[in-house]
C-alpha cells in the first residue's frame, strides 16, 4: 500500500513542480529538481489557461515533430489517419444537397441512419452509402405539421377481418359479455365513456342516485296560475292552490294574518304547500324518504 | 269529562294556547280553547281543517300527522280514530314534546264522544 502511493507521489509531482513554474514565472523549459527530463507531454509549451493565442503558420513555425513528419511521408499518412480516427465529425459524409422541390415533386427527405447501427468514424466510400439507403416509401412523405387522426380500427385483429367473423369487442367496452361477442355487424364501436386506462384497476362504483323521480313539485303564483310543475303528481297543483286558501282561512280564524306552511304526512308520502316569497306558493309532494328533510324541517320528524 | 281532562294534559306543553277535537267529517267535537275563541267561529275553522285534512286523503296522502305554520302561531294536528285532534301554540313551542304529548293524548281518546 505504501510502495503504491510513493509511486502515485512520483508521478504527481513533476505535474505539481511544472504548476509551481508556471505560477511563478520560471523559465520556460526549466527541467526538474530531480534531473530527469520531462516527457514530450509534460513539456511546458504557454499558458495553461485563458484564451489561445492563434499559433502563426508557414514554415518557420513548424515544431520539431512536425519537420520530422514532412520529412517522412510515411509517418505524415499514418498520423493523418490517426487523426481522422480521433475526430470522427470530420469522417462524416456529406449530405446530398437539399435542392427546392421542383413543382410536381415531392422533396426527398434527408435519410437518417438507424439508431441500432453504430456510429462510423471514417466512411472510406461514401459512394456507399448513399446507394445503402432506402428509395423513399410513399408512407414517408415530409413533415408538414397536419396531425393525421389514428381510427381505431388499426388494432382489431387481421384474422378476424379477413374470415368476416364477429369481432370481438373489448372488454372495457362496458357491454355485457354476449353483446360483446355476437354483434351483427361486425364492427366493434368503441367505448365512448370516460374509463381509468390503469390496468388492474377496478371500475369505481358510484353510489347509486336516488330516485327523485316520484317528487312532484309544482310552483304557482299567488293568484293560483301554475307557473312551473314536474313529476308524476298531476293534481298537485289544484290541490296546492286549494290547500294554500284553505289554510289562509284557517289561520285568520284562529286570529292569525297568513299561514306560511302546511306539511302534511301520511304513512309513505307528504305533502307539503308553503310560501317561497311574497308571490309564489310551491307545492311538493313524494315519499317519507325522500322528503324527510322537509318534515325535519317543519318539526314533524 | 275525560276526555276534556286529557285536553288540559296539552297545556303542560310549554307554548301550548289550546286544543280541540274534530270528527273526520269537520263537525267540532270537543274544545279546550280561550274564551277569545267563539263556538261558531271554531266550529268553521274545524271544518276547513277537515276539508284540507280531506283533500290530502283524496289525492293519496292520508295525513297521520300535520302541521300549520302561521308564522307566530302553529296549528298541530293528529289523527286518531275518531277524527283529529288539533293543537293550537305558539310559534316558540317544542315541537318534540309536543308531539310526544299529542299522539299520548290522542291515542288515549275514547272512540266513543
Known sequence: MSQHNNLTQQKREPQQQQGRAQSTGAPEGKEPRSGRAWPPLFRATGPARGPRAPEPRGPAALDDEETRLMERPSELLRASRAWRVSEPWRARPSRPPLLPPEPGRVARPVPRAPASEPPTAVMSRPSEALDSVAPSRPSEEPRTGVVRKVTARGAVKRGALATGGPVKAPRDSGLPEHERSQRPSGVRRVSREWRCLELGQPESTRPARRDYSRVSIAQLSIKGELLRHSGPAEWLPDTAEFVHRAALLVAQGLGFQRCRSVCLQGERSVLAVSDAGPSTVTGVTGPVEQLSGVLRQRGLK | ?113
Open chain 2, 1 to 113: 269529562m275525560i276526555v276534556q281532562r286529557m285536553l288540559e294534559i296539552l297545556h303542560d306543553v310549554q307554548g301550548v294556547l289550546g286544543s280541540f277535537v274534530v270528527a273526520r267529517e269537520g263537525e267540532l267535537l270537543v274544545r279546550s280553547m280561550p274564551e277569545q275563541f267563539e263556538r261558531a267561529e271554531l266550529e268553521l275553522t274545524a271544518s276547513r281543517v277537515a276539508r284540507v285534512l280531506q283533500c290530502s286523503s283524496a289525492n293519496g296522502v292520508a295525513p297521520q300527522d300535520g302541521v300549520f305554520d302561521f308564522g307566530e302561531g302553529k296549528l298541530w294536528v293528529r289523527e286518531f280514530v275518531r277524527g283529529y285532534l288539533c293543537v293550537l301554540c305558539s310559534a316558540g313551542v317544542d315541537m318534540k314534546s309536543l308531539r310526544l304529548t299529542a299522539r299520548l293524548v290522542a291515542r288515549g281518546l275514547p272512540a266513543q264522544l
